[in-house]
């Protein structure tokens, strides 16, 4: 093999998506776009990692990638090839631990190599090498009740090491582990991954905490949300071992939050109002709940300092802060969430006179708005849920209409302008 061929060879993808988009049906209406013209692409020895919001579509990608999921549209390729059905090479680390209580520490590790068809003695083989790589060594015959969170989640890895997989994917793999032990699973991850003769030779990961994946991650790929799209790929070339209070990696982080908040709370000049607005999945107490926490501080916070505070992953707090703004409660400058004049008099407003507010903000919403206009219209004040889905199929119809028919209820509840009877599926003025 020449030079030109042999790079040529080695820049081809472990693996890639070209153009894909991912629909899934809804009982009613159209299809919901979960993904929409997604190209990406993971190489080998590199880190990639997946940030985003809720519903963006992270998981979504980790699954089509993996074979789980066939897209609606657009190519998958495993080595330049499309891929036909699951993907050999790729090894799962999951969210939740996904341990069977009744096995032992080796037989949780040895059942995914009895699945992949490998003979008894190496299943034995593998599984202690795997063992003793993640550093559970003398626990072997433990039960998933007997070892903490961080233990757990050392035998979901030991299990997807033991494959020996080319690929190592990893959703949300850190997130049910206490902050230090997160760090120091995270730092273990990546000297396995340093190793000479290495599996894996690339890893995709999932994750909505910036500082993570600056920490372990080459290319970070910004995803936004409602359909999950690709905002920007941000390579990271810092060097490692990587300092979490190091000022360049704050750099990136401070970075990463512009793109992102950009993103998701543009900062636009006024325009002509959408037929209708995009109504975030949020309950009312979440939205009363960031005007308190702002009035308690002055009236202003940075939205990843809010997140941090609330215990609350930023795309949720993202989505409450765009909630708030769409009452005209906060403004959004940049990274900030500040009290608009609406926000101030609805926090110093007594219980009553909060759900008047609501109910005037709300109204200000075309959904809202023509719902209330043709209860009026109807003798009766009185119309079916089917009425209020034929509205979000005509002039939304990206949304997941039931979803989306919740949080209508919920708001117009909390304002007192509607009521909403389960059984009969009918929708009443108050």
């Known amino acids: 093999m020449d030079a030109a061929t042999a790079s040529q060879t080695e820049a081809v993808p472990l693996c890639a998506l070209v153009r894909v ?69 790729v090894g799962f680390v999951f969210q939740s631990f996904a341990l069977y209580p009744w096995m032992t520490v080796s037989e949780n590790v040895e059942a995914v190599l009895e699945a992949a068809g490998l003979p008894r003695p190496e299943q034995r083989a593998r599984a202690e090498k795997a063992i003793r790589t993640v550093g559970l060594a003398g626990f072997e015959e433990a039960y998933p009740r ?85 905002r920007q790929i941000v390579e990271n070339r810092l060097p490692r071992p990587r300092d979490y209070r190091s000022p360049e990696l704050l750099r990136l982080v401070d970075r990463l939050h512009d793109v992102i908040t950009g993103a998701e709370m543009p900062d636009l000049p006024a325009a002509a109002a959408p037929a209708f607005e995009h109504i975030p999945s949020v309950h009312p107490g979440e939205v009363v709940g960031l005007l308190e926490y702002l009035d308690a501080r002055g009236g202003r916070e940075e939205v990843f300092r809010i997140a941090n505070d609330t215990g609350r992953e930023y795309g949720r707090t993202i989505a409450v802060a765009n909630a708030a703004e769409l009452l005209d409660f906060v403004d959004t400058p940049k990274r900030m969430v500040a009290l608009a004049a609406g926000g101030r008099r609805f926090v110093t407003a007594s219980p009553e006179a909060r759900k008047a507010i ?36 005509v002039n939304m119809p990206s949304e997941n209409y039931d979803a989306l028919f919740d949080v209508f209820v919920d708001w117009a509840r909390f304002g007192d302008l509607f009521s909403y009877e389960e059984e009969s599926g009918t929708l009443g003025l108050q």
């Open 21 to 89: 988009s991912q629909e899934f049906p809804q009982p009613q209406g159209p299809p919901l776009r979960v993904l929409d013209d997604v190209t990406l692409s993971v190489g080998a020895g590199e880190v990639v990692a997946l940030l985003g919001p809720s519903g963006c579509g992270k998981s979504t990608i980790l699954r089509i990638l993996a074979g789980l999921t066939r897209p609606t549209r657009g190519e998958v390729l495993d080595h330049g090839r499309p891929l036909r059905g699951l993907n050999p090479s």
């Open 146 to 230: 007997e070892l903490s969170g961080g233990m757990k989640q050392r035998v979901g890895m030991a299990r997807a090491f033991s494959l020996e997989p080319e690929l190592l994917f990893m959703d949300e793999p850190f997130s049910q582990v206490d902050a230090l032990t997160a760090e120091s699973l995270r730092a273990e991850v990546l000297d396995i991954f340093a190793a000479k003769g290495r599996h894996p030779s690339a890893i995709l990961m999932v994750s909505h905490d910036i500082k993570e994946v600056v920490y372990m991650a080459d290319r970070i790929v910004v995803l936004g949300a409602n359909p999950g799209r690709v």
């Open 358 to 393: 609501w109910r005037e903000s709300i109204l200000q919403l075309a959904l809202f708005r023509q719902v209330h206009e043709a209860l009026e219209r109807k003798p009766s004040h009185r119309l079916d849920r089917e009425f209020v889905l034929e509205l979000l199929a």
